[in-house]
């Protein structure tokens, strides 16, 4: 069935298999009640959610210790590091400040401002993977633009859907162009022309970019 092999693959949205077109999932709930018990779509409603918040382009995080889900707001005060996170429901029961990684979720054991002290962690390899391996496609006049990018700001992963290359981040709220990767200048202005303006196609990136106040 093509729900099960979409969440097999630790996809969350469902495609019709003709024409590939998104299928919103109120919709397939209702398509999918009709031939499942309650049981077996509970069942599909949890793996759906869990496949969404394990994905890295939605930056949801879920503590390892209390599994509380997590959204980075820049509005509060971070660390050096802006993967070492406060999860503030391990704080409240434990009535001091309880930190976790962001990429490995485990709680922050080191000192280290750039590392968790945690031997499993792969740190940004995840995200770095797929920046290395998107797809790309053409924005405006420019082709070849890699389809995935780190907000150059905060790092969080951005799939670009449609429309024009400028985009506003909705985690930290930066103003940047998709294909050459500059943000707006001092004066909030667009260093790279309009919105189908051709400008260089920016690299892939190697490094997930760090939090710029």
Known sequence: ??????????????????????????????????????????????????????????????????????????????????????????SKRARHTVEFCWYCAQQWTSGNSKSCGNASCQGPKPCLQILASCNTKTIGHVSGVPDTRACPRCGVLIYHKADCKHMDCTVCACSFCFVCLKMKDAQGNWQCGEYDDPCPVA???????????
Request: aromatic letters at 10%.
């Open 1 to 90: 069935m093509m729900s099960s092999t979409t969440l097999q693959v630790g996809q969350w949205e469902f495609k019709c298999p003709g024409c590939s077109r998104k299928l919103d999932f109120i919709i397939m709930r209702d398509l999918l009640s009709s031939a499942m018990t309650a049981e077996e779509l509970e069942v599909v409603n949890r793996q759906v959610d869990a496949n969404y918040l394990r994905h890295p382009l939605n930056d949801v995080q879920q503590c390892g210790t209390c599994g509380t889900y997590s959204q980075r707001d820049f509005s509060k005060t971070w660390y050096d590091n802006i993967h070492r996170a406060v999860c503030y429901t391990c």
């Open 203 to 213: 690299k892939r990136q190697t490094v997930i970019p760090e939090y710029l106040r």
